[in-house]
């Protein structure tokens, strides 16, 4: 019974948590990621009825589509994160060479 209601607690406290972050930080997060973070926290929601109503309407199919976006958030971001790691190498390599063919280095 208290991990129903701390199950519940989380999913509602991850609800506004994605609520928050869509409409406060929306220029931050990727196409990807904003989809993502609406499947996680819509579906989040309508999983609390599933916790309390075991065979209820959205038994199953809510907890795989909340399962899709965790994955298109972290995959989106994932992507975001390896596209600014190689950025910041080609800028690096760019200083390096610039720097010795002024004869800094």
Not at 45 to 55: A, Q, S, Y
């Amino acid at each position: 019974m208290i991990f129903d209601i701390l199950n519940s607690l989380g999913r509602v406290i991850l609800t506004g948590l994605v609520v928050y972050k869509l409409t406060q930080y929306r220029d931050m997060a990727n196409m990807v990621e904003r989809i993502g973070l609406g499947l996680m926290g819509g579906c989040s929601f309508l999983t609390v009825g599933v916790i309390w109503e075991r065979d209820g309407p959205f038994e199953g199919w809510a907890s795989t589509v909340m399962t899709v976006g965790v994955v298109l958030y972290i995959g989106g971001r994932t992507y975001r994160d390896r596209k600014h790691d190689i950025a910041n190498h080609l800028a690096s390599a760019e200083a390096l060479r610039y720097l010795n063919t002024r004869g800094k280095l």
